[in-house]
Nanobody, 121 residues
Framework: QVQLVESGGGLVQAGGSLRLSCAAS????????MGWYRQAPGKQRELVAT?????????ADSVKGRFTISSSRDNAKSTVFLQMNSLKPEDTAVYYC?????????????WGQGTQVTVSS
């Protein structure tokens, strides 16, 4: 089992910055990919960015050059960060932390509770 605790988010004006954090604890030895998805009202949940345990990153085209994903790990937890710069009103959504867990043949996906990001114009 993996427990996720998200922090960050809030209200910011267009052009501003926010930083999201998500700490994963529990069976973190199996954490293979961490990342962020978002869901705006009336829209499907979409990928924002992911980072693998090896440090490879992947970004949605809409956030490339503005958002940066990073991670850190110690014995107790693995944390993923999302630095969001040059925010736009269309970035407004609930942001969900995501973990893909993989050990031998067992794979599981874990989701955070979500944190609201609101960008005003």
């Amino acid at each position: 089992q993996v427990q996720l605790v998200e922090s960050g988010g809030g209200l910011v004006q267009a052009g501003g910055s926010l930083r999201l954090s998500c700490a994963a604890s529990g069976s973190i030895f199996g954490v293979n990919v961490m990342g962020w998805y978002r869901q705006a009202p009336g829209k499907q949940r979409e990928l924002v960015a992911t980072i693998t345990s090896g440090g490879s990153t992947n970004y949605a085209d809409s956030v490339k050059g503005r958002f940066t994903i990073s991670s850190s790990r110690d014995n107790a937890k693995s944390t993923v960060f999302l630095q969001m710069n040059s925010l736009k009103p269309e970035d407004t959504a609930v942001y969900y932390c995501y973990v893909h867990w993989w050990v031998v043949i067992t794979r599981r996906d874990y989701w955070g509770q979500g944190t609201q990001v609101t960008v005003s114009s």
